[in-house]
């Protein structure tokens, strides 16, 4: 069984840095891509990044890029989403999935982390 | 690229419900379908305009052609109650899109 267990909920200040992760088990950890997908209060989903294990190539969506680093810890299937300096805007829900990645026609979030509650405020 | 959902869809129990999801041409592309009850993350209840993963009731189906694709609940429970997300990937760009969310509510 295909499990992604995020790690728990984080309050910071504007300024701090912050590295939250996702440990999965279940599968080939190296062979399927991860994605990490920020959910801000009642509104819709937005997708940050991906990254292959095998490799730990990494792809950012326009609007994320600079913001955030993923990376992945290979040894103990874990994947991570950090910031170097948080903005009260970056406080939401983070969700990490499993993709599934077929070629170049289909690629869709198959499994889901449970997610990661981030809070900025002074 | 703009997917378009309707806001919220409306049912009375054990009736079938429909949550559409626009764009151009999107019968050439593969929508793929989320369901994210209340406090809860999302779950993959269809992908590739039609499959169903393993444990999503048969009641949930999906169809795509033209400009619209489309997700039916038949036989409506109260636990189906949730927000419901189209997505597509677009090769261009390398782009994943997702529509704005349906909540479907059961009257």
């Known amino acids: 069984e295909v499990q992604v267990v995020q790690s728990g909920a984080e309050v910071r200040k504007p300024g701090e840095s912050l590295k939250i992760s996702c440990k999965t088990s279940?599968?080939?950890?190296?062979?399927?891509?991860i994605g990490w997908g920020r959910q801000m209060s009642g509104k819709g989903l937005e997708l940050m990044g991906i990254i292959y294990p095998g490799d730990s190539d990494t792809r950012y969506a326009p609007s994320f890029e600079g913001q955030v680093t993923i990376s992945v810890d290979r040894s103990i299937r874990t994947a991570y989403l950090n910031w170097n300096s948080l903005k009260a805007s970056d406080s939401g829900m983070y969700y990490c999935m499993k993709l599934v990645v077929r070629g170049g026609r289909t690629r869709y979030l198959e499994h889901w982390g449970q997610g990661t509650l981030v809070t900025v405020s002074s | 690229y703009v997917l378009t959902q309707p806001p919220s869809v409306s049912v009375a129990p054990g009736q079938t419900a429909t949550i559409t999801c626009a764009g151009d041409n999107i019968g050439s592309r593969s929508v793929h379908w989320y369901q994210q009850k209340p406090g809860q993350a999302p779950l993959l209840v269809i992908y590739?305009?039609?499959d169903r993963p393993s444990g999503v009731p048969e009641r949930f189906s999906g169809s795509n052609a033209w400009d619209t694709a489309t997700l039916t609940i038949t036989r409506v429970e109260a636990g189906d109650e949730a927000d419901f997300y189209c997505?597509?990937?677009?090769?261009?760009?390398?782009?994943?899109?997702f529509g704005a969310g349906t909540k479907l509510t059961v009257l």
């Open positions: 590739d305009d039609s």
């Open positions: 279940g599968y080939d950890f190296t062979k399927s891509w």
């Open positions: 997505q597509i990937w677009e090769s261009a760009g390398d782009h994943w899109l």
